[in-house]
């Protein structure tokens, strides 16, 4: 009886912002809810005093922790920019509980070696879950297959696959990817945008690239791809993963082809739900970014399609960069905007605050989805006795005029930097462990070398 559980007691937060429940958590797992929470806490306090915290919810919704498919944490290679701590440190803050690194480091996660190195990083940081996404080919370069399998049965046990940042342009390539996924359970997520319409193009093709004469990045270059890839899909009868979609036109593609009962999921970025290439005329390499913003009719249908389910996930692209990399004439800037500490206000206030979904919508798109694509078994999970932990607390009250200076990301380049946004992230419970109280960075999960394995074979066989 050495052990001493680490337990607390929420008081009266709302559970997808229904009515209030108390939730008790102990040893990483919610132990009881309602009436019993408070009994077993009584019991837990008489027990050992120290072991107990209550922690005041009223007037805060509680929700799964939000799960990220698309988070560059930029190591290793590129430590000036992030590092899996710091990016670690801007997802929980952000409130999320798992995020997943894309391949793009240097050297590239291309081989068991480097995927087990951000594995292990990101275990030992202990803010969040960091699962690293391998590389389909080799150095991203779009010629040869990376080793899919030998990354799949590595001790990171990649299942999703990505050259994000790069596009898996040749089809036979995809086709073979899409092929070599299904045996490890995996999935291929496509960056869709043709290079060779979109050769030397620095923002959206459309009316305002024509007055700025810059050159255009054309819908038809995301749009042409996802095309080809949700047939070649449907051929191969695999898991396709749309990154980071962006035009109306992809929106209408996705749906046909869910319509047609094709294995395709899509994600869209809180960026491309409030921002188009208007803002491209003060030429703030801030509003630089691969998909370009696009216009307004664009964010309508991307905001509709979440709504309606054809998107299915949120996803950041926390793409962080150091300041000399943005703040440089345009055409030389670099393509990116930093997500993870936004991203919660920013879907509040274009998809909760306009009308266009509830909290359970919203704890769908943030955290279950996500987590289901992947197939975790301990993220987005239901609030319910017994579950993992991964919980966040926000207030939806409250607003925040966003200052980058203060996040915990390395990355200064938030195109949000000014605004003032709805909500805030009050708390986040990462295996039950408080890593955010209050709204700032608390301590980190330390773990065992033992500890539960994240993912499990049991959440496949439920259907989880
Ligand atoms: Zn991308």
Redesign the pocket.
């Known amino acids: 009886m050495t052990h001493t559980p680490s337990a607390t007691l929420i008081l009266g937060a709302r559970p997808y912002g229904e009515a209030p429940l108390d939730v008790l958590i102990t040893d990483g797992r919610i132990a009881a809810t309602g009436e019993a929470a408070r009994v077993q806490a009584e019991q837990l306090s008489a027990e050992q005093p120290e072991g107990l915290s209550t922690l005041a919810g009223e007037g805060l919704i509680m929700l799964p922790g939000m799960v990220d498919l698309h988070t560059h944490l930029r190591e290793p290679g590129r430590e000036d920019a992030e590092t899996v701590e710091t990016g670690s440190r801007a997802a929980a803050k952000g409130g999320f509980t798992a995020v997943h690194a894309m391949a793009n480091s240097s050297p590239v996660a291309d081989s068991a070696g480097v995927v087990e190195q951000v594995h292990r990083l990101g275990r030992a940081s202990g803010w969040t879950e960091v699962y690293p996404v391998g590389a389909v080919t080799v150095g991203l370069a779009g010629e040869r297959l990376a080793e899919l399998g030998a990354m799949a049965e590595s001790s990171a046990q990649v299942r999703m696959f990505s050259d994000?940042?790069m596009c898996v342009h040749n089809p036979v390539l995809m086709r073979r990817a899409l092929e070599y996924v299904k045996t490890v359970d995996g999935f291929i997520a496509q960056?869709a945008q043709e290079p060779m319409l979109t050769e030397g193009a620095q923002m959206n093709e459309g009316d305002v690239s024509a007055i700025l004469g810059l050159p255009g990045w054309p819908a038809v270059a995301e749009e042409s791809i996802i095309a080809r890839d949700v047939l070649l899909a449907q051929h191969v009868g695999s898991r396709l993963h749309i990154?980071?979609v962006s035009t109306a036109g992809s929106v209408e593609i996705i749906r046909w082809a869910k319509g047609r009962g094709i294995d395709v999921t899509a994600e869209v970025t809180p960026h491309h739900l409030l921002l188009t290439d208007e803002l491209v005329r003060g030429y703030d390499p801030v509003y630089k970014v691969?998909?370009p913003l696009r216009t307004g009719a664009d964010v309508d249908a991307l905001r509709a399609g979440l709504a309606d389910g054809t998107i299915d996930i949120i996803g950041t692209?926390h793409a962080p960069h150091p300041t000399q990399a943005k703040e440089c004439e345009w055409s030389a800037a670099a393509m990116g905007m930093t997500g993870l500490e936004t991203a919660l206000p920013v879907v509040i206030k274009t998809m909760i605050s306009t009308g266009l979904m509830d909290w359970r919508r919203f704890a769908e798109v943030t955290s279950i989805k996500p987590a289901q694509i992947y197939r975790h078994a301990h993220q987005g999970r239901p609030i319910e006795t017994g579950e993992p932990a991964n919980l966040i607390l926000i207030d939806s009250e409250s607003t925040q005029v966003v200052d980058p200076a203060g996040h915990a990301s390395k990355g200064r380049n938030s195109p949000f930097r000014g605004m003032e946004l709805p909500g805030s992230v009050r708390a986040t419970f990462l295996h039950g462990h408080p890593v955010v109280l209050d709204g700032e960075l608390n301590s980190p999960l330390t773990r065992s070398a033992s500890g539960a394995p994240a993912r499990e074979a049991a959440a496949r066989e439920a259907g989880a």
């Open positions: 994000d940042g960056h990154c980071h691969n998909p692209d």
